[in-house]
């Protein structure tokens, strides 16, 4: 079973909301990531879990938070969100040695109102 | 600088057709290449993978090539069918477990009926 669950599918928020965007999956991978997908684009990493501790945040405003309470659970936290933060969330998760295949969710469709 | 470069943009062929996506890169130190499939509104989907010590790799329709003295690979996607219509991204990353996906900006293939 290689499944990334996500969820909402889609969420929309106004910019005074505290919303927050779940990720779980079940193939024992100890290595989970939250990419932002705008349109047309490609994905654009945002975090890396490793071990349930962050290992890469790439220069993301504050507004987004992460959490990853267990090696298979992944929270993006969002609060005071603005309109060109509307995109695609995706969540991937791969096995941090061995191999290299990371596998994606379907994405939580966030529009900021 | 780390970048993959891939072309073209779009691509159409006919039902039954080959598509070919080339991809090219810099840093010498990336080891994992994967290619990505991604629909309209869903999370991209890994298809196929190559790492540097083979030259071909085939699953089914779709093959990569890689040419490790010009560091180039490429999809190849045999007998061409209209559900094969998505954006392709190619990627690469280095040896390290969690480590960093670098996109190609992708490329929409249409395949007509």
Redesign the interface.
């Known amino acids: 079973d ?1 499944e ?1 669950t ?1 969820t909402p599918k889609h969420l929309v928020m106004g910019m005074t909301n505290k919303k927050s965007l779940k990720c779980e999956q079940h193939m024992g991978h100890r ?1 989970m ?1 939250w990419y932002k997908q705008k349109a ?4 654009e ?1 945002m975090f ?3 071990y349930e501790k962050l ?2 945040n790439e220069s993301v405003p504050s507004r987004f938070s992460p959490e990853c309470p267990n090696s298979s659970l992944l929270n993006l936290h969002l609060h005071a969100l603005q309109p060109e933060d509307s995109a ?1 969330y ?1 969540c ?1 998760s ?5 191999t ?8 939580t ?1 966030l529009t900021v109102t | 600088q780390q970048q993959v470069k891939q072309s073209p943009q779009s691509l159409i062929v006919q039902k039954g057709g080959i598509s070919i996506i080339n991809c090219a890169y810099e840093n010498t130190a990336f080891d994992y290449f994967p290619w990505y499939q991604q629909f309209p509104g869903k999370g991209p989907a890994l298809l196929i993978a190559i790492r540097p010590d083979v030259s071909e790799k085939k699953e089914g329709r779709f093959t990569i090539s890689f040419n490790k003295s010009a560091k180039q690979f490429s999809l190849h996607i045999m007998d061409s069918q209209p559900g094969d219509s998505a954006t392709y991204f190619c990627a690469a990353s280095t040896q390290g477990g969690s480590e960093k996906l670098v996109f190609g900006k992708g490329m929409k293939l249409t395949v007509n009926p």
């Open positions: 290689t990334v996500q290595a990531y047309k684009k490609p994905p990493l890396v879990y490793s290992s890469i695609l995706l991937a791969s096995q941090v040695q061995g290299y295949e990371q596998y994606f969710g379907p994405g469709r």
